[in-house]
Every structure is written in structure tokens, then in C-alpha cells.
């Protein structure tokens, strides 16, 4: 969803209205907004933070995400696979 919101943007949608497809809408939409979609007190703090743009697929670098403020581990078998295999052969290479 969030690449679509960003190619809509791309195409003439503002930042913010392209992030509000992707959050308040589909809360509002499903009848669950009164617990997600925005930032407020008293709403589930589910949210990601992101070390680029999010609305943008090359700069999106996702850091923490939280669901009912609770942090997810981002961490996966993938990654740490990545972690090993580079150390190895950066140091082989040398």
C-alpha cells in the first residue's frame, strides 16, 4: 500500500493525502478508528518509523515499528543470513 501511495504522489496526490490512504482512510473504512489510523491519546500507538521517506520504495528504510505499542522485532532469518554471508566474504576478499 504504501508503494501505491507513493506513486500516487508521484502523480499529483500531496505527501499528506497520500499518507492519510494508508492510515486514517482504511480505519475509517473498517469501522476502527476510534482505536488506530491517526496519533492521538488514547488510540493504539501502531506505527512504524521510517529512516527515509515511506511513501518512497528506494529511500523507505524501516528502523522500529510498533503495533498496540508493543515493538516488533524486525529482525529475521534473512537478515541475519545478509549479516553473515557479508562479513564472510568482505573478509575473504581482502
Known sequence: MGFQAGTAAGHGLTKEEALMAVTSAPARILGIDKQ????????DATLFISGGDALDMTGNKLEMAFIQGRRIDLDNYQKELYRR???KYKLGSE
Open 36 to 43: 488506530c489510523g491517526t496519533l492521538e491519546d488514547n488510540k
Open 85 to 87: 554471508y557479508l562479513m
